[in-house]
């Protein structure tokens, strides 16, 4: 199985900061990655696909990058709305696989 | 708009079955790969298994493997997973997930989820 490894676990941040998630698999995935925010109590939502296309109403402050093995979610201005978790998910093999997270708390 | 609403979830003993169903609407329902995904009382996210649109091609994790069966009633636009032999590390909520337009691998709208609870 593919393996993501998500770091940091947990991101403190201001409102208005720059924030960048990483996700490392353990094998080529190629560019076949998406990001997924999820709230408390909520189910998860896609911001992110093919490892850098924006998923259809979510805001450009949301941009992701990378392939291969690295990848990279970045909030250009942390927003209040977007504190949350975050996962990565590789489908290039079965089975599809995510990421532990990464909380991004108030700081 | 797409809606999904789970629903089958419950108290179950270890060793019991479910059946959890996943009623959909919005959407044209028999052109969508659809995916089960859970997770366990404050962990992450874990794939369980998706099925293509005509429910001829389907694809388990290991932890389900022979003992979960994926399927899809195409003229009633809901979605199923059976789930026999449960153990305690089944305990989740289960959610389904539709595949985007592009990739039925990634997942453009969830249900609330359905909690299923295995425990004596």
């Known amino acids: 199985d593919i393996q993501m490894t998500q770091s940091p676990s947990t991101l403190s941040a201001s409102v208005g900061d720059r924030v960048t998630v990483t996700c490392r698999a353990s094998?080529?995935?190629?560019?076949?990655l998406a990001w997924y925010q999820q709230k408390p109590g909520k189910a998860p939502k896609l911001l992110i696909y093919?490892?850098?296309t924006l998923e259809t109403g979510v805001p450009s402050r949301f941009s992701g990058s990378g392939s291969g093995t690295e990848f990279t979610l970045t909030i250009s201005s942390l927003q209040p709305d977007d504190f949350a978790t975050y996962f990565c998910?590789?489908?290039?093999?079965?089975?599809?696989?995510f990421g532990g997270g990464t909380k991004v708390e108030i700081k | 708009e797409v809606l999904l609403l789970e629903s089958g979830g419950g108290l179950v003993q270890p060793g019991g079955s479910l059946r959890l169903s996943c009623a959909a609407s919005?959407?044209?329902?028999?052109?969508?790969?659809m995916n089960w995904v859970r997770q366990a009382p404050g962990q992450g996210l874990q794939w369980v298994s998706g099925?293509?649109?005509?429910?001829?091609?389907?694809y388990y994790a290991d932890s389900v493997k022979g003992r979960g069966t994926i399927s899809r009633d195409n003229s009633k636009n809901t979605l199923y997973l059976q789930m026999n032999s449960l153990t305690v590390e089944d305990t989740a909520i289960y959610y389904c997930?539709?595949?985007?337009?592009?990739?039925?691998?990634?997942?453009?709208?969830w249900g609330q989820g359905t909690l299923v609870t295995v425990s004596s």
């Open positions: 997930a539709k595949g985007n337009a592009l990739s039925g691998l990634v997942w453009d709208s």
């Open positions: 919005g959407f044209p329902f028999s052109t969508y790969v």
């Open positions: 099925i293509s649109g005509s429910g001829g091609t389907t």
């Open positions: 094998q080529n995935i190629f560019s076949w």
């Open positions: 093919k490892a850098s």
């Open positions: 998910q590789q489908y290039n093999l079965y089975p599809l696989t």
